[in-house]
């Protein structure tokens, strides 16, 4: 889980990014009121959007105990996901599938969060593979656990890079903000589960989702 000096860092940074943009824009638009038809203006307003939407996630504490969890069918609950995206792989040469062990046991989840959390995950695939290529989830189980292998045949990390993987604000996007994958890090840690990477430059990579049947209960 992040530390609270994380936190504050976050909301620091995020707050002077969002003032710094709010001001440019009513600057913008008082001066060049035709502004609206510009080509870039929705650009601009969208990026406004995600950062506010960002800064709400953190500052309501979403992330950590107020998790609304039911007992979930997991090859259902993907099947959607899996539906809700394809839209995003029509027109590329991305194959992106899933497979899930039978007879899988339902598992406690925040089914908002956790879609979050993987959409991230699927998102983060969807660049690293590029044009074409492959992206393989597959569900399992372990002794205690249920898991997600959501695994590409992108680009892949160098070890510098997976050191950083979950530092705030560190991105190796050129339009990225370094948020996403210690969000998606925070609402597994959150269900009681963990988050791991493996990845090799030119291999592509596995991010591992495991989420325990029980939370374990406080002494």
């Known amino acids: 889980m992040l530390r609270n000096e994380d936190y504050q860092h976050i909301f620091h940074e995020i707050k002077n990014m969002i003032t710094i943009i709010n001001s440019s824009l009513q600057l913008i638009e008082k001066q060049h009121p035709e502004v ?7 650009d601009t307003i969208s ?33 959607q996901i899996m539906n809700s995206t394809k839209v995003c792989f029509e027109d590329t040469d991305i194959l992106c599938t899933f497979h899930a062990q039978d007879n899988l046991k339902p598992v406690p989840i925040d089914q908002m969060r956790l879609r979050e959390a993987i ?11 590029g044009t074409s290529g492959t992206i393989n989830i597959y569900a399992y189980e372990t002794s205690d656990s249920l898991c997600l292998d959501i695994k590409d045949s992108g680009c892949g990390m ?56 029980e939370l374990p209960t406080s002494p």
Not at 36 to 42: K, R
Not at 119 to 129: G, H, T
């Open 36 to 42: 609206s038809g510009f080509a870039y203006w929705n």
């Open 47 to 79: 990026d406004v959007h995600a950062l506010r939407n960002i800064i709400i996630e953190l500052s309501t504490a979403r992330l950590g105990s107020d998790l609304n969890k039911t007992p979930t069918d997991i090859t259902e609950f993907m099947e």
């Open 119 to 129: 959409v991230n995950l699927l998102k983060n695939s969807y660049e690293a593979v």
């Open 158 to 213: 160098d070890p510098q890079t997976l050191a950083q993987l979950y530092t705030p604000f560190f991105t190796s996007k050129d339009k990225g903000n370094g948020l996403g994958l210690v969000i998606t890090k925070s609402i597994v840690e959150a269900h009681g589960g963990s988050l791991t990477c493996q990845s090799m430059p030119q291999k592509g990579t596995t991010f591992t989702i495991s989420l325990p049947f």
